[in-house]
């Protein structure tokens, strides 16, 4: 089994910067995806960001050029460093994880390991 915990969200001022961390433990060995997703109440989970052992990384539209994903692979941690924050990335944002190889993915469906999520809020 595979354990991950969310850190670092919070309230911040649009134009203002988060940077998340997501701690896994466990089985870690082959989570070669993992991914920031997050959600907003009454809609679907959103893909923001993935990437593969390899650093690969994929972005949603919506946030690239703002957010940056990185995982430092000996300490199993994975991050979310998002800069220049606007009213729209308020959301809880949830990391995920799963032993596949390949590309970075933004599908939900992917991914079997999930946390409990951490809360970003940005005021206008």
């Known amino acids: 089994q595979v354990q991950l915990v969310e850190s670092g969200g919070g309230s911040v001022q649009a134009g203002g910067s988060l940077r998340l961390s997501c701690a896994a433990s466990?089985?870690?060995?082959?989570?070669?995806?993992m991914a920031w997703f997050r959600q907003v109440p009454g809609k679907e989970r959103e893909g923001v960001a993935a990437?593969?052992?390899?650093?690969?990384?994929d972005y949603a539209d919506s946030v690239k050029e703002r957010f940056t994903i990185t995982r430092d692979n000996t300490d199993n941690t994975l991050y979310l460093q998002m800069n220049s924050l606007k009213p729209e990335d308020t959301a809880m944002y949830y990391c995920?994880?799963?032993?596949?190889?390949?590309?970075?993915?933004?599908?939900?469906?992917?991914?079997?390991?999930w946390g409990q999520g951490t809360q970003v809020t940005v005021s206008s």
């Open positions: 995920a994880a799963v032993a596949i190889y390949g590309y970075p993915q933004l599908d939900e469906g992917t991914y079997t390991y």
């Open positions: 466990g089985n870690t060995r082959n989570l070669n995806c």
């Open positions: 990437i593969v052992t390899d650093e690969i990384t």
